[in-house]
């Protein structure tokens, strides 16, 4: 995409501290990072989010988070990581990325859930599954 900072990152038109690259992804520090090591990997080809995102280039990215969580964990001494994605209004930039985030165990990357469900969750069980099934199907 022609705005896309991501995209330009990808075509060397933007500068990043690239860790990795291959065909497929690339992957690079983030400007404003969570923890030491702070990853994104993005595809080289523009998908918009996880929705456009094809099985292929999905199971590579998988792959290599573990290999970066590993190497993040091994070299900043962390105690583990997390892998983190954004869609829709919470995603700052509209191309699919996967966040690799080095963690402590007293790290407090927590997301607080609703105070109050809007339906019981036996309601939200049956909806989510009924919603998956159209979708797999």
Known sequence: MENCIFCKIINKEIPANVIYEDQYLMAFLDINPISDGHT???PKKHFKDLNEINEEIGGKVLVLA???GKAIVESFNFEGYSI???NGHFQ???HFHL???GRHKNNDLKIKGPETPYK???EHLQEI???LSKEIN
Do not use: F, G, M, Y
């Open 40 to 42: 994104l990997i993005v």
């Open 66 to 68: 573990a290999k970066i």
């Open 84 to 86: 983190w994605e954004n």
């Open 92 to 94: 700052d930039v509209p």
């Open 99 to 101: 966040h690799v985030i």
């Open 120 to 122: 019981s969750e036996k």
């Open 129 to 131: 599954k009924a919603i």
